[in-house]
């Protein structure tokens, strides 16, 4: 529950130009979990008591802020992100805001998971931003609605005590609790505005529901599959390949730079736990004049198995979704797709279901979360 680092105090006002030329951000090690708070994983901002100069919804916007200092309303500057209204004391007498004043917004995750970090984003918010935050996490099961979540049952943990954050800076916050949360509260003290919300972990399955499946996708994202590491991230996050649905443009897939040697790029998966695999998908929407022009697919099992090739190099046409039945069954905790010689892909699919084995770790991790 630690910043690191931290960011305090007003930033400058805009002077002109590239408005992101003074932002203050850092690299946070926890980014390479995937953003558990992603609209494309189902998340949303299902409440917030205030939202009179800017729109909840804004949090969750995939892309970064922007500013566009001539734009105004019926209400003041429109900014993009989360603001709320100037608090008031209640008397003449004494009209600042208590120390206990603060505006919330509840957000429901797109899949339950561990957190491993939080940053706040309060790009553009210069002189407007909260002079604190606070972000607790719930774990409640089903779809409550904000009545539920406010309600005096549901225990809410503590991930980042109230803590300074600066303006138009990215905020970063470690969080190291082996817990399962499927809601976040964010507490703005006591006002103000948040441009972002990243919330990056490690999906955590429910192991009745996927069992209920049956047969399903054992490396996406939203099943509890992720990213080990990738050759090139050049243009898109690896991750991409992983997100529920189809590409719906070219950015929304991984594509790597362009090779000038005999090498290729690939991607390595951890799938959601050990599991007998029956069927690859392998799409390129969107992906037409930089698509893969050869692909092969492999897996292991076990940290320390053997790689072994569950679809050999097999030609990939642009813009299109390829699928195969493997002649048998494959076993494994990982995989690996490799393409030839650079390009890219936009998801991969990998269905089967777990092994005794896995559904019993499954089982045995979820208990262990709390879940």
């Known amino acids: 529950m630690t910043a690191t680092p931290g960011f305090t105090g007003d930033a400058n006002p805009y002077g002109g130009g590239d408005p992101y030329a003074d932002y203050r951000t850092a690299d946070f090690p ?95 918010f210069r002189g407007n931003y909260p002079q604190a935050v606070s972000v607790e996490a719930a774990s409640v099961p089903g779809s409550p609605s904000p009545e539920q979540l406010l309600g005096d049952d549901v225990k809410w943990t503590t991930l980042v005590a109230r803590t300074p954050v600066g303006g138009h800076a990215a905020n970063g916050f470690a969080v190291s609790l082996e817990q399962r949360f499927t809601h976040l509260r964010v507490n703005q003290h006591p006002d103000g505005g948040i441009a972002r919300l990243r919330v990056y972990g490690e999906v955590a399955p429910d192991p009745a529901w996927l069992a209920a499946l049956g047969t399903f996708d054992v490396v996406a994202l939203e099943n509890g599959g992720s990213v080990e590491d990738a050759s090139d991230r050049f243009y898109s996050p690896a991750t991409n390949t992983i997100q529920p649905g189809r590409s719906r443009k070219m950015d929304d897939g991984w594509e790597t730079r362009r090779r000038r040697d005999r090498g290729h790029d690939w991607i390595r998966y951890r799938l959601v736990t050990q599991s007998r695999i029956g069927a690859v998908e392998i799409d390129t929407a969107y992906l037409k004049g930089n698509s893969a022009g050869w692909a092969s697919v492999s897996v292991r099992d076990g940290e320390d198995g053997e790689w072994r090739e569950i679809l050999p190099r097999t030609r990939l046409q642009p813009d299109t979704n390829h699928r195969f039945v493997l002649p048998e069954a494959a076993v494994g905790t990982h995989a690996r797709i490799d393409i030839y010689p650079d390009g890219g892909i936009s998801r991969l699919r990998l269905y089967g279901a777990p092994t005794e084995a896995g559904a019993a770790e499954l089982a045995a991790r979820h208990q262990e979360l709390g879940g």
């Open 30 to 124: 926890f980014t390479q979990y995937a953003n558990l708070a992603d609209r494309r994983l189902g998340a949303g901002v299902v409440a917030a008591n205030d939202e009179f100069f800017a729109q909840r919804e804004n949090l969750l916007v995939p892309e970064r802020a922007e500013f566009d200092p001539e734009r105004f309303g019926h209400k003041g500057k429109i900014m993009d992100g989360w603001e709320t209204r100037r608090r008031r004391g209640a008397a003449t007498e004494d009209p600042w805001p208590t120390a206990e004043d603060h505006d919330w917004a509840l957000v429901r995750l797109g899949a339950p998971g561990v957190i491993r970090g939080i940053v706040v984003d309060t790009a553009h």
